[in-house]
Each structure stands twice: as structure tokens, then as C-alpha cells.
């Protein structure tokens, strides 16, 4: 064998070899890191902010979101509410009563929220009064209708169709709205699609409400929410019924205890 | 094979982007309950015997944070099942939630301090950060506010100067979780007050409870505010 070919033989074998210890071991912590490592992190707090012009969230909400197609029912509900209101009922009753917040209100409030990833589930918590929302990606399915827990955040299942998120929620216990004038009942339909953008400086969620007493059609819009900056932490925001302030409504509580 | 992809190769091997942030630290995600013989409660040994009129003042500041569904915080949060631990996958932060009336912990283990007094507003369960000791998760939180339930298991209650250490370790195969609690406050306990809960892992398939609280149940009310019977 020639003795330059030899020399670059061993080179090269060394170099294979060092190829297949190196793929190896990568293969090995690819494995390690699971399924996760090859999805998107969107763990962190996201926050919504005002790049439209809207003046105030609900301002935003207004400009980006279009009106939801309502059934003759509900149209007729909201105008009931808007008139009670404007006979003095200024405090929602959820309010004055500090209510847990319904989804997907938090999604559409001024505070941040905390996302955080496993393989197997994503949970959301929010500051605002509410309870943590689970999103369960093990290959679970939703639940019997006998079986089914409502609540006020529902039941959700997640699965990644390659960048995105796609969430499927039943299961709420109905009573919240929506932006865009719409409403959640307890068999209200949620599809919702989370995806990164600007290499994971902004998050977009896209969703679509369907339920037929409630939706000529669909109700989809889409809010996309920036990634706070590092070192951001929790607020807790309290809610106390019995401090006459927070339940500062001219109408009197129809309560005795 | 050229020196310039021999070196990248071995960049591949030690590369810290190619090393999962929680390969280090035992996974403790996933729903854990509490059962019969899950606790070890000694009684605390407080730092002067409480009057009667400040256990009553503290039993009925409790009891209306259940009547009016406050957020009832630490440490009663963590006696409920099922507990779940959400372990994020970049490792910088932990979150445990509970089914009762509770915001989730935030435990931040990404290397930062506590959030300074001078800004932080004291929460029903506090700041807390944490690092990993080995196979130990080390978690410190201060930071209390007033609301919600204060007693703390054995005797005494959590208050503004109230300091908690938590050590969670898995046991036996990762089927068991151990969370040794201890509380100091110079204002409470004339020596660290010390307990241990052993959780048991949830099934596979175990999903979260939300025990809803509605302070405008006016029969919830009676209830809790009557004579037991009546």
C-alpha cells in the first residue's frame, strides 16, 4: 500500500469513525430531548401590546378582530345586556362576584401569561383570576360526553402539525365571550393553531369558535402576543367580593349572607 | 478528512445547544396526589404562645378566604390532589398548580435572585427560585402576602417575613415525589419548623380537577357561616 494512500485511509477511517461517534451521540441526545426538542419552545410569558393604533386592549380588539356572525338568539341576549347596562348595571355580575374568568378572557386581557412546555402537556397560567389551563399532548382523547368535567378553561388536546400547535377545546362550562362580540357555551367547539414568529419573538394564535346556537358560521380571528423580556415574573392579580369596592354596583346584591 | 470538519464534529459532540437543558435534573412533571399516610407533620415549635384572640382572628381570616374565594396560596395549595408539576423543557422555569383556588407557583430556575421588596408585591404564594443540588430540587420563596389561607401544617401561620425552603426529590423509581418543607420566621417559630409530604404519582391519563369556588352561592354561605347542623 502505498504509504500516502495508507496515511489518508487511517485519516479517513478516523474521520468515519469520528462521523459515526458523532451522529451517534447526537442521535443519543436527540433521543434523550425527545419529542420536544424537535417541536418549537414556546415556554415563556407572552404579552399582547398595541401595534395597530387601538388606543386601549379593548381598542385592538376592535380593530383586529373581526364581528362575530351571531344567531338571532344571542343578538338578542347581547342587546338585553347592553340594556341593563345602560340602566346603571355598570359591574358584570362575574365581576362583582369575582367569578373565576372564563377563556378565553385571559388571552384577550392587558396581562402577560406563562406558558410552559413538557412533552406531554402545556400549560398556561394567568394572572388574572382564573385557573391554570391544561393542554394535554399524550395521545389523549377528549372524554366521553358522560364523562366529560366541564370547566371553565375546558378540555383541551393539543398536537404539532409541524410548526404549529393545533389545540382542540370542548368541555366549557359556558357563559364567556369571545372577542368580536361573540359567546362560549358549554357545547361551543374551540380549533386554535399556536405558531412562532419572528424567530420566537412573537407568538400567533389563530382561532375559531364554532357552535351553532350560538354562530351563523365560524367566528376565527387571529392575536399574536409578544415574548416579554427575560427576568419577567408573575403578578398575582386578587379579587376580593366582599370589599364593597369591588362589587361597586348600583345594583344591590340580591343576597343575604 | 479535513481539520475544518474534524473540528466541527467534535464542536458536535461538546456543543451545549445539542445538550437537553433538563438531561442533567430528574423529570418531576406529570400529576402527583397526596393519600392517608402521605405526611409527617410534627408540631412547630412557635416562637411565644399565640393568644386565644389571635388564633381566632387567624381561624376567621381562613375561613373568610374560603367564604369569599380568595386566592388561597401557600402552603394550603399544596394539600390537595392532584398537584401537577409542569417542568418546562429549556429548564429555566417550574410550575406547580393545584385544583383549588390558586394561582400556579412560578419557581424560576434560570440563575436570577429574588425580586427585590422595593418592587415586588407580596403574593398569596410568593416569589420563588430554585436550582438543582444533584438530583435535588432546591426551591426558595419569600415575598408573602396576607391573602388567602395562612395556617401552615403543624402549627402557626405564613406571614410578610415568613422565609420557605422546599427540597423535592424523586423516590423510589420516580413513583414517588418527597417535598421536605421548612419554615423559618423570626416572628413564629423559636426554630425552623420542618415537615415532609410524600407524594404518589397520578396514573398515566390523569387530568386536572378545577374545584371552582362561588362566593354568590348564597346556600354555600349559609353554610359556611352557620352553626355546624343548622
Not at chain 1, 59 to 82: D, H, R
Not at chain 1, 205 to 220: C, F, G, L, N, R
Not at chain 2, 71 to 100: C, D, H, R
Request: hydrophobic fraction near 35%; proline fraction near 7%.
Amino acid at each position: 500500500m502505498n504509504q500516502q494512500f495508507r496515511n489518508t485511509s487511517v485519516k479517513r477511517s478516523a474521520g468515519i469513525a469520528l462521523l459515526t461517534l458523532a451522529l451517534g451521540a447526537s442521535g443519543r441526545l436527540l433521543l434523550a430531548q425527545s419529542s420536544p426538542a424537535q417541536v418549537p419552545d414556546l415556554s415563556g410569558f407572552w404579552e399582547r401590546r398595541d401595534d395597530v393604533g387601538g388606543g386601549n386592549f379593548g381598542g385592538i380588539l376592535e380593530k383586529i378582530v373581526p364581528k362575530a356572525s351571531l344567531t338571532p338568539e344571542v343578538i338578542q341576549a347581547n342587546q338585553e345586556t347592553a340594556a341593563r347596562q345602560a340602566q346603571g348595571e355598570v359591574v358584570a355580575f362575574g365581576s362583582k362576584w369575582c367569578l373565576s374568568n372564563l377563556y378565553p378572557f385571559f388571552m384577550q386581557h392587558s396581562a402577560a401569561w406563562d406558558l410552559f412546555q413538557t412533552k406531554n402537556e402545556i400549560m398556561q397560567a394567568a394572572e388574572v383570576h382564573t385557573f391554570p389551563r391544561h393542554i394535554y399532548l399524550d395521545g389523549r382523547k377528549h372524554p366521553p360526553p358522560a364523562m366529560l368535567v366541564r370547566s371553565v378553561n375546558g378540555h383541551s388536546i393539543g398536537h404539532w402539525e409541524g410548526e404549529a400547535l393545533v389545540v382542540d377545546t370542548i368541555g366549557f362550562v359556558g357563559g364567556g365571550g369571545t372577542p368580536g362580540g361573540g359567546r362560549v357555551g358549554v357545547n361551543t367547539h374551540l380549533t386554535e393553531r399556536f405558531k412562532l414568529l419572528d424567530g420566537g419573538k412573537k407568538l400567533s394564535v389563530a382561532s375559531t369558535w364554532e357552535d351553532p346556537a350560538i354562530y351563523m358560521k365560524p367566528h376565527t380571528y387571529e392575536l399574536q402576543y409578544y415574548k416579554s423580556d427575560p427576568g419577567t415574573y408573575a403578578f398575582e392579580e386578587t379579587c376580593h367580593a366582599d370589599d364593597p369596592k369591588q362589587s361597586g354596583s348600583v345594583v344591590a346584591p340580591g343576597q343575604k349572607y | 478528512m479535513n481539520k475544518p470538519l474534524l473540528s466541527s464534529l467534535l464542536a458536535l459532540l461538546v456543543c451545549p445547544a445539542f445538550v437537553p437543558a433538563q438531561s442533567k435534573s430528574p423529570d418531576l412533571s406529570g400529576y402527583w396526589e397526596l393519600r392517608f399516610d402521605s405526611r409527617n407533620v410534627p408540631a412547630a415549635s412557635l416562637m411565644a404562645p399565640t393568644t386565644a384572640g389571635e388564633r381566632a382572628a387567624q381561624v376567621k381570616h381562613d375561613a373568610d378566604a374560603i367564604r369569599w374565594c380568595h386566592f388561597f396560596g401557600m402552603p394550603y395549595m399544596m394539600a390537595w390532589s392532584p398537584l401537577e408539576i409542569v417542568q418546562n423543557i429549556n429548564g429555566k422555569e417550574i410550575a406547580i398548580t393545584s385544583p383549588v383556588r390558586t394561582p400556579a407557583r412560578h419557581i424560576y430556575t434560570d440563575g436570577r435572585a429574588h425580586v427585590s421588596p422595593d418592587t415586588f408585591d407580596p403574593t398569596s404564594t410568593g416569589n420563588s427560585i430554585g436550582h438543582w443540588e444533584g438530583d435535588t430540587l432546591m426551591v426558595d420563596t419569600i415575598g408573602f402576602s396576607d391573602e388567602g389561607i395562612l395556617a401552615i401544617p403543624g402549627g402557626g401561620w405564613r406571614t410578610a417575613t415568613s422565609h420557605l425552603m422546599e427540597r423535592y426529590r424523586l423516590l423510589q423509581g420516580g413513583q414517588r415525589l418527597s417535598v421536605v418543607f421548612t419554615w423559618e420566621d423570626p416572628k413564629m417559630y423559636a426554630q425552623p419548623h420542618i415537615y415532609e409530604f410524600r407524594y404518589y404519582r397520578a396514573p398515566p391519563g390523569t387530568e386536572a380537577r378545577e374545584f371552582d369556588c362561588n362566593a354568590s352561592d348564597a346556600e354555600r354561605a349559609k353554610f359556611l357561616t352557620s352553626d355546624p347542623g343548622k
